[in-house]
């Protein structure tokens, strides 16, 4: 049973950055492929970035390419999403997850596990 803990979130202003961390307990992450999606009150929770590491892939929503980063720290069993150039949008719950397959997806229920979330607020 894998355990995945997200932290770094916080309020933050316009043009500021943040870095997310998700934490994995459990079962060593860099074989599979992980993801950050996001929630805002009252919309659908969406894909922001993904990564299968060992193979050195990435995927990004639209909204934050050139903006956000994802990595993965195998030593550390932890995933982190750098935010640059934060924007009032940007604010949700953020999530980390990961399936037990090394392939890059955007779609929520391609993956098996889910962090409990931490949130994100950007100011104007």
């Known amino acids: 049973q894998v355990q995945l803990v997200e932290s770094g979130g916080g309020l933050v202003q316009a043009g500021d950055s943040l870095r997310l961390s998700c934490a994995a307990s459990?079962?060593?992450?860099?074989?599979?492929?992980l993801a950050w999606f996001r929630q805002a009150p009252a919309k659908e929770r969406e894909f922001v970035a993904a990564?299968?590491?060992?193979?050195?892939?990435?995927a990004y929503a639209d909204s934050v390419k050139g903006r956000f980063t994802i990595s993965g720290d195998g030593a550390k069993n932890t995933v982190y999403l750098q935010m640059n150039s934060l924007k009032p949008e940007d604010t949700a719950v953020y999530y980390c997850?990961?399936?037990?397959?090394?392939?890059?997806?955007?779609?929520?229920?391609?993956?098996?596990?889910w962090g409990q979330g931490t949130q994100v607020t950007v100011s104007s």
């Open positions: 459990g079962r060593a992450l860099s074989r599979y492929g």
């Open positions: 997850a990961v399936q037990w397959r090394a392939r890059l997806s955007t779609v929520a229920r391609a993956y098996d596990s």
């Open positions: 990564i299968t590491w060992n193979v050195g892939s990435t």
